[in-house]
């Protein structure tokens, strides 16, 4: 009976949803897409994704341990199973791993803090061996110093210190994790002449004052630790802007990009011990936490210790590290590419981040690969990839995105990440705004796990849209795997999954236990994101032309110009954004033009296959044109000029990070060159809608 419920709810969707057009498909071609997507969708299950999970997240696997290497071993014989072709690409890159931590407070009242995170019981993943608490890429060394707190160590927070007259120079200082990258709080601590770094996690961001804590709740118990890495830039910091592969020129250690201070994260249990007893300065109210005591800034009267040891000290800092990627070569344009990848290191057990993600890609591979193995072969090569070291620094994707640069730069037509899949009962989706009609499109067909309708219908309902109104979609700006596709070389990217509150990110206790009973009881969602994954990959491998929405993304950028007259008007500069606004204008018109062709030309059915090479490799110029070569002023790798994440955040997106960067550099000559500049790329994307109207045959 249940079996033809869920039937029943899968039909319906898919019905309501042949009933939307499809853009880039003739109407013959659209009817046995409809077909191929609905068969590749009822595949994924619950059941295996649990498989996958329970396999996946049976041992903590950093990156670079053989617990890791043995993640790949998995994948690679999974997907050899199901028929496709494999490889394993390995990089020998710089990741020195902490060997020991220890805490102390050393006055008053002397005591060695217990960082390891405990066991709980009924949980035995959470027994198992763990990582140091100490985040990636802290330096090694032994620090005594006072002790400052600085709420959540933002720029502005030690401009609120400055004007306290509170100084970290020569310090310890302790921040809350939240609202920025950590990364941005090492620097930023650094900068500021501190001697070293503790981050916590204060329950009044992820622990009891939000819920429930584990394992009575979904929220960060007193014990648990947030690892993380600390590291700045993208990829192997020996090798920044080329791949690390064998025979590389390697940065020498003291010239890479990484912090000179120990780094070191704490429960909110073991940061009370320091917390409650520092005085000095009052808080500003904003920067009371959860914990039940009064915060003050300091310095003093607590003095710690830290003590930070590492494998690069006895000359193991070097790891090697192994990207995974199944392959089905595309039966009419092999050269065009569309990959869907997923992280498969963690910091634990890692079952929502991103043991989630790596199963949901292994089950939409099974769904296109059941269909290759009954003749059914994609028209275009697809590429199901799992990452090594992302959390590290998105340094797999890097690498490989720098060593098959020419490559992905001629044929990649979109990369799809799956970065945490399932871990909560709300869908949310992002990227680029070219892509997103057609993630809308898809989701209509692919029934909701906790409701009726469709994801699409119950992704509607959870944000109380308007009719006239789509729901919200993240912006690329980095974080995740998509940075190299999207961010350095301009390759359309969508993301996707299901959240939810999740108060054990980076800790031991990200585990099959907790997702088994909060994250998603039954893996259905894990499925769910899998069968998307699957009609994402189908409707955009097997498109006679790209199905990118230019209209869309062109309207999207319309409504960003007036934040940018703003942001200069609020400095009392006259800097014309007209010439962007008119170029953006320009994208949109030839953006309708050639959709309105596009229709046209395949309502009479889909041209010979030259013609539609010759189309689609105009479109893949699109968003190329939104790059440049040299990047951003700031941050050379970022090449892209539409979305960037904030230098200054890393977690938060910047919207024409070249403009706000010169705005915020108090630069008006530069800002108005830039501007210029950007106008310029878009004029190109347009051009390259032209060509790609032109090249259909007509005008």
């Known amino acids: 009976m249940l079996r033809r419920i869920l039937l029943v709810s899968l039909l319906l969707p898919a019905a309501l949803a042949a009933q939307q057009p499809m853009p880039g498909y003739s109407p013959s071609a659209a009817e046995r897409e409809r077909a191929a997507e609905a068969a590749a969708i009822r595949v994924p299950s619950g059941p295996r994704s649990e498989q996958h999970s329970r396999v996946l997240s049976a041992e903590t696997h950093v990156a670079g341990t053989p617990a890791q290497r043995r993640t790949a071993d998995y994948v690679i014989e999974q997907m050899r199973a199901m028929g496709l072709q494999t490889e394993v690409r390995t990089y020998r890159v710089w990741l020195p791993h902490a060997t020991s931590v220890r805490a102390w407070r050393v006055s008053p009242d002397p005591v060695e803090l217990s960082l390891p995170e405990p066991a709980i019981p009924g949980d035995p993943a959470s027994a198992l061996a763990q990582y140091p608490t100490v985040n990636g890429y802290s330096a090694a060394g032994d620090v005594t110093a006072e002790v400052v707190y600085v709420n959540y160590g933002l720029i502005e927070d030690y401009r609120r210190l400055d004007s306290l007259g509170v100084s970290v120079r020569g310090r310890i200082a302790i921040a809350r994790y939240g609202r920025s990258y950590r990364g941005i709080k090492a620097r930023e601590a650094e900068r500021n002449g501190a001697v070293g770094l503790i981050i916590y996690s204060d329950p009044r961001d992820d622990g009891y004052v939000v819920e429930d804590v584990y394992p009575e709740g979904p929220m960060r118990p007193e014990g648990a630790v947030q690892r993380g890495s600390v ?17 590389a020129r390697h940065l020498p250690a003291d010239q890479m990009v990484v912090p000179r201070i120990p780094v070191v994260p704490m429960s909110y249990g073991d940061a009370a011990e320091l917390l409650r007893g520092i005085r000095g300065t009052d808080v500003p109210q904003e920067w009371q936490g959860g914990l039940p005591f009064r915060y003050h800034v300091g310095p003093g009267p607590v003095t710690a210790r830290l003590l930070v040891t590492t494998d690069a000290e006895t000359g193991g800092g070097w790891k090697e590290i192994h990207n995974t990627f199944g392959t089905l070569t595309g039966s009419e344009f ?40 009954a003749g059914q072969r994609p028209r275009r090569t697809v590429v199901f990839a799992t990452w090594d ?22 044929g990649g037509v979109a990369y799809l990440n799956q970065d945490v899949s399932a871990l909560g009962p709300v869908f949310g989706g992002g990227g680029s705004p070219s892509l997103r009609a057609t993630l809308r499109d898809v989701a209509r067909a692919v029934p909701h796990p906790g409701g009726t309708g469709s994801i699409y219908q119950e992704w509607r309902r959870s944000e109380a849209m308007a009719d006239s109104l789509e729901p919200e979609m993240g ?17 359309p990217h969508l993301d996707w999954g299901f959240g939810g509150n999740y108060g054990v990110y980076h800790s031991q206790y990200d585990d099959f236990a907790w997702m088994s009973r909060f994250g998603d009881p039954g893996f259905v969602r894990h499925a769910a994101a899998a069968s998307l994954g699957a009609g994402l990959l189908l409707r955009l491998a097997n498109a006679d032309v790209l199905p990118y929405d230019y209209v869309e993304f062109a309207r999207t950028m319309r409504r960003y110009v007036p934040q940018m007259e703003a942001a200069a008007g609020a400095r009392g500069w006259t800097v014309s954004m007209a010439p962007l606004a008119d170029a953006i204008g320009r994208m949109e018109a030839s953006a309708a033009a050639f959709a309105q062709a596009r229709d046209a030309r395949l309502a009479a059915g889909a041209p010979a296959a030259a013609v539609l090479a010759r189309t689609n490799a105009a479109l893949m110029g699109v968003e190329r044109a939104l790059t440049r070569p040299e990047g951003l002023r700031t941050r050379p790798w970022f090449r892209g000029l ?41 004029a190109a994307a347009a051009a390259a809608l032209d060509q790609a109207r032109q090249a259909l045959g007509t005008r």
């Open 475 to 491: 912006d690329p700006g980095g974080g995740s795997d998509f940075a190299g596709f999207y961010n350095h070389l301009g390759i």
């Open 231 to 247: 590291m700045n830039g993208n990829g192997d910091p020996a090798t920044p802007g080329w791949a690390s592969h064998a025979g």
């Open 642 to 682: 539409i979305y960037a994440a904030d230098e200054n955040n890393g977690y938060s997106n910047v919207v024409f990070p070249s403009v706000v960067e010169a705005i915020r550099a108090e630069d008006q000559p530069l800002t108005e060159r830039e501007v210029a500049d950007l106008a310029a790329r878009f």
């Open 389 to 410: 070291a992302e959390e590290w620094g998105l340094i797999g994707s890097t690498e490989y995105v720098e060593d098959d640069s020419a490559r992905l730069w001629r």
């Open 334 to 373: 092999p050269d065009e590419i569309v990959m869907i990848g997923a992280h498969r290191d963690a910091w634990g057990p890692g079952t929502a981040d991103n043991v989630s993600g790596t199963a949901s890609v292994l089950e939409a591979a099974r769904a296109l690969a059941e269909q290759a193995r």
